[in-house]
């Protein structure tokens, strides 16, 4: 329970959290397109990342750390592969290169939580009928609200409510240390990592993110709402 101007209150933060399983491995083409773009952009990651994405219309693109030691190899040894060898790799656009990158974003999940200094409501994944993940969009948010939410609430106090996907109000960075720690290997390995270390999170750390947060009210309300620019918050 929280404190603040005299009212007892409750916070529910709402986060969404990604996880995917096992990154897709890139062949030598695709590695390829992705030293071209980086040359061929200034060297910018954030740029060669949107760029692949486009080429291959995808949802999302390979991470920084992908993009940086595909180029740190190719500049080592000349090529993309796995191992040296010799020769340039070709490029090549083809349906079935475009479709086995495609195929990474079905090896994610969707996760959403609700969390007040009291408890965690959820994991909910945003998952069609054959339990294949799914974008969230406005309709599946408000069904997500109205059938799993509200019902999970009643009988609650005064509630604050609180959409937030910032890491600095959520605890993804350490749930992504423990969620991958086994190294998943398929989608259902995955959630039940995610459901079993959501459930260890304890009720002294909800506390702590939620004074964090209260704390961060606070000084907006000190500097009349404006930016809290490098301001840090212990977490």
């Not at 509630?159 to 910032?166: K, T």
């Amino acid at each position: 329970m929280i404190y603040f101007a005299s009212f007892k209150i409750v916070i529910l933060i709402l986060l969404f959290l990604t996880f995917s399983c096992n990154t897709i491995k890139l062949n030598n083409e695709q590695r390829t397109k992705i030293v071209e773009l980086y040359r061929e952009h200034g060297c910018k990651i954030s740029v060669t990342q949107r760029e692949f994405k486009n080429f291959y219309n995808l949802e999302k693109p390979p991470n920084r750390s992908t993009v940086k030691n595909i180029v740190e190899k190719f500049n080592k040894y000349g090529n993309v592969a796995d191992l040296p060898r010799s020769g340039r790799p070709k490029t090549a656009r083809t349906d079935d290169n475009i479709e086995r990158v495609r195929e990474s974003k079905a090896k994610s999940v969707i996760v959403w939580c609700g969390v007040t200094s009291k408890r965690i409501i959820g994991p909910y994944f945003f998952e069609d009928e054959d339990g294949q993940t799914v974008t969230v969009n406005g309709l599946r948010y408000r069904e997500m609200i109205q059938n799993f939410l509200v019902p999970q609430l009643e009988g609650e106090e005064e509630m604050w409510f609180q959409q937030s996907g910032s890491p600095s109000h959520t605890t993804k960075g350490y749930l992504k240390d423990q969620v991958y720690k086994n190294r998943p290997k398929t989608i259902d390995e995955l959630k039940d990592n995610i459901e079993e270390e959501i459930g260890y999170i304890q009720q002294d750390t909800l506390k702590k993110v939620m004074e964090n947060v209260l704390e961060r009210v606070k000084k907006v309300r000190e500097l009349n709402g404006k930016y809290l620019g490098d301001i840090i918050f212990r977490s």
